[in-house]
């Protein structure tokens, strides 16, 4: 799954279960766009659902989670850091 997919994943993530509307902008702030500490927690959840990662207690900062731009690097990091090494 590439960068793009992760993107569309998080951003219809947001919209669906959260009803959170991103924006246009990967970077814009998503606590002015409404969301809450309830939702923030039922987003890691479906993070970590749809993208079979754990979201480590070390990571569960607010930076981490404030913009869709900051989610997918948050998750493609995750995802490298669970692929097998060879």
Do not use: C, H, W
């Amino acid at each position: 799954m590439g960068n793009g997919d992760i993107r569309a994943a998080v951003i219809d993530l947001l919209r669906e279960s959260l009803q959170i509307e991103p924006g246009s902008d990967g970077s814009q702030n998503l606590s002015e766009r409404g969301i809450t500490s309830f939702q923030s927690v039922v987003l890691v959840m479906g993070l970590e659902e749809r993208f079979d990662v754990t979201v480590p207690d070390d990571v569960l900062k607010l930076d981490n989670f404030l913009t869709v731009d900051r989610i997918v690097a948050l998750v493609e990091s995750l995802r490298e850091e669970a692929e097998p090494r060879v």
